[in-house]
């Protein structure tokens, strides 16, 4: 049974920080690639972030470039998601995804497996 369960979401201040984390279980992480996705109240999903199988690429929203960081271990069965400077328009649900296809896709359509997700509050 494939499972993601994000952690680390919370409240934090505008200009503060906050790293996510996504343990999988049940699929063979180190083929998969794994991407970081949100959704605001209101608004419909969208694309964060993105790491290949092998963590030498990615792919960055405009909105979290410079901001946000992706990382994996591959050891850990695990996906990080560093987010610094945040900002109230960070405010959201963050779900984690892996996609078989190994390659950093931004399309929610290419990702098989989806996490619960945590929230992420930013206040001004």
């Known amino acids: 049974q494939v499972q993601l369960v994000e952690s680390g979401g919370g409240l934090v201040q505008a200009g503060g920080s906050l790293r996510l984390s996504c343990a999988t279980s049940?699929?063979?992480?180190?083929?998969?690639?794994m991407g970081w996705f949100r959704q605001a109240p209101g608004k419909e999903r969208e694309f964060v972030t993105t790491?290949?199988?092998?963590?030498?690429?990615?792919a960055y929203a405009d909105s979290v470039k410079g901001r946000f960081t992706i990382s994996r271990d591959n050891t850990r069965n695990t996906v990080y998601l560093q987010m610094d400077n945040l900002k109230p328009e960070d405010t959201a649900i963050y779900y984690c995804?892996?996609?078989?296809?190994?390659?950093?896709?931004?399309?929610?359509?290419?990702?098989?497996?989806w996490g619960q997700g945590t929230q992420v509050t930013v206040s001004s």
């Open positions: 049940g699929l063979p992480f180190s083929r998969f690639a």
């Open positions: 995804a892996a996609d078989r296809s190994g390659a950093a896709s931004t399309a929610m359509a290419a990702y098989s497996y």
């Open positions: 790491v290949n199988w092998g963590g030498f690429n990615t």
